[in-house]
């Protein structure tokens, strides 16, 4: 019964078959491999100052932990 729908519904143009690819997916990091690489570059530099303003800079004796 099941089979017998599908092929109504192919007849009528309900089911349409999907475009052939001629080249493989990309993934997403693949895709976008020098916008992730320059992201994190940018994100390990805001940690380091945020580390250096935030923890380090409280602790130096000589300022009494403020930004000269």
């Known amino acids: 019964m099941y089979r017998i729908i599908l092929s109504l519904l192919s007849f009528f143009?309900?089911?349409k078959s999907s475009p052939v690819r001629l080249y493989p997916k990309q993934s997403f990091r693949e895709k976008y491999e020098a916008e992730l690489i320059l992201g994190a570059g940018?994100?390990?530099i805001i940690l380091l100052f945020l580390f250096a303003f935030l923890v380090v800079g409280p602790m130096d004796p000589y300022t009494n932990g403020g930004l000269v």
């Open 13 to 15: 143009g309900g089911h």
């Open 42 to 44: 940018a994100m390990v």
